[in-house]
């Protein structure tokens, strides 16, 4: 089992690198590090425990929820649901902590433990790495008093959506109409129940509208398309464990997380305009570059994080005046609102701005350029693979090429099949994704493997409708 570079959560190959025994005794130790069963006292705990879509996700929850059984906890199961919902409900339930299971977006196989303290925010940094120490130790947490498991009653998941509306401002949606993709999304089953409560007309694309399997997340083309087709006023489509949004124009473009921190600002700072504080808005230094110049010109303060959300989450609580804080992967949180980003919650939140302003989506994002699209798809011959210790690493190293874009744009790697990997590469000079677009399909030809650990690739050509064997390298080459 292996942490994050950012130190944000465990992840692993199912049945490789992490396994249900290992996540059973990071539960364990995550349960002890968070305060759980007193010996004591013999208090049992509450246990919030939910999950993404992923294939391993119902087999990953038994072993979880067994284990802090197992130390005592009673556990409140919430099934499918986003990330942000467990971190909402593990701090209104006064849970001791909550569990999100999460898979990877590269690798089926890939799946993944996030944890949160009973106040909503994730563990991350030394504390997760505590955890981790102890979960190589092999630590458990046994009792004589043992837990129970109960699924969580219409009445506790009514109290995300009640947030989820709460963070609307009450303003009616009535005259907006939204396309959505949340195909393979942990916020499919609550997308349809907020938006239509706030009085919207949503329409959802099916598979038959986009490439099979592939969610306007990963290719943000078919989402566009399909705003227009529906003559929608916007689009939106959620990541697979549903803490960010992509947001589709009618005119074709599209926002992500520093695009839609600039939407959010310029709402944001004209509120502020009549006040004495200095709205302050927290920057992962992943995106300080293409937003600090933005955030001086409204009139904010930036403070830069180094580090992904979840720091961005320690750090904005020792400020008053943030109204946002902001990374580039994860998204966006709003503090009074989530401790966590929630794609769902960014939704709301802007349609919320588009009724405040009495403005449409293009109008608040007009000074947001086209991007320029580039894909390309990389066929894996017979017999020849990609590492699973080098998949995460290797997804990682095609979004930092994302620096080469100028601060725009966006690097996005899937699989539509098992024999391809596609790339996509979206920004606003066409030289920088042509040169983006050949580094990120030249990192995956480079990590190519057959079974004798040499690496192996052929550019395929049009006439490639299955994968041939190709030759092995001859030896010293």
């Known amino acids: 089992m292996k942490i994050k570079k950012d130190r944000s959560a465990f992840y692993g190959i199912l049945g490789e690198t992490i396994d249900i025994y290992q996540a059973e005794h990071a539960v364990s130790a995550a349960f002890a590090k968070l305060g759980g069963y007193s010996s004591a006292t013999r208090d049992r705990c509450k246990v919030v425990v939910g999950h993404d879509d992923s294939p391993a996700a119902d087999m990953m929850t038994s072993a979880v929820c067994a284990a802090l059984c197992a130390s005592g906890a009673d556990v409140i199961t919430l099934g499918l649901v986003p990330s942000g919902a467990v971190s909402c409900l593990t701090s209104i339930c006064e849970a001791t902590m909550g569990v999100m299971i999460t898979g990877g977006s590269f690798d089926s196989n890939m799946s993944g433990l996030k944890f949160y303290q009973k106040d909503g925010r994730q563990v991350t940094g030394e504390l997760l790495q505590a955890i981790h120490d102890a979960t190589d130790a092999g630590a458990t947490v046994g ?3 043992l837990g129970r498991i109960q699924p969580a009653d219409r009445a506790t998941i009514g109290m995300y959506q009640r947030n989820l509306v709460d963070a609307s401002g009450y303003t009616m949606f009535e005259s907006i109409k939204i ?5 393979g999304s942990a916020s499919a089953p ?11 007309t ?11 399997g592939v969610s306007g997340f990963e290719n943000p083309s078919a989402l566009i398309d399909y705003v227009r087709d529906t003559e929608s006023d916007i689009g939106f489509a959620f990541s697979a464990d549903g803490e960010m949004c992509i947001v589709a124009l009618p005119d074709g473009r599209f926002l992500e997380s520093e695009r839609l921190a600039e939407v959010f600002g310029k709402v944001y700072g004209k509120a502020y305009n009549n006040e004495e504080v200095t709205p302050v808005i927290m920057v992962s230094d992943n995106c300080h570059i293409a937003l600090a110049p933005y955030i001086k010109s409204m009139g904010a303060e930036a403070k830069t994080v180094t580090g992904d959300y979840s720091y ?4 904005y609580a020792g400020y008053d005046s943030v109204i946002m804080a902001v990374d580039r992967f994860n998204g966006v949180i709003f503090p009074r ?5 929630d794609g769902l919650m960014t939704a709301v939140m802007l349609l919320s701005c588009m009724n405040r302003m009495g403005m449409s989506i293009g109008e608040l994002a007009s000074e947001v350029p086209k991007l320029i699209r580039s894909a390309t798809t990389v066929i894996i011959p017979a017999g020849a693979f990609i590492p699973v210790l080098r998949t995460t690493d290797l997804e990682e190293e095609i979004r930092v090429l994302r620096s080469y874009l100028s601060g725009d744009g966006r690097v996005l790697m899937y699989r539509p099949e098992a024999n391809k990997v596609e790339i996509i590469v979206e920004g606003i000079k066409a030289h920088q994704v042509t040169n ?33 064997q190709t030759e092995q390298p001859a030896a010293g080459e």
Not at 190 to 200: I, K
Not at 203 to 210: C, I, L, N, V
Not at 312 to 315: G, K
Not at 456 to 462: D, E, K
């Open 143 to 145: 009792c004589k008093q």
């Open 436 to 468: 983006v677009t050949e580094r990120a399909e030249k990192l995956v030809r480079d990590n190519l493997r057959v079974p004798d650990g040499t690496s192996v690739y052929r550019r395929p050509t049009s006439d490639d409708s299955q994968p041939k």
């Open 337 to 341: 609102r989530s401790c966590v980003p």
């Open 312 to 315: 961005l989450a320690e750090e």
């Open 190 to 200: 609550f997308v349809r129940t907020v938006l239509e409560q706030l009085g919207a």
């Open 202 to 212: 949503v329409s959802f694309m099916t598979e038959k509208d986009g490439l099979p």
């Open 179 to 183: 396309a959505v993709d949340c195909k």
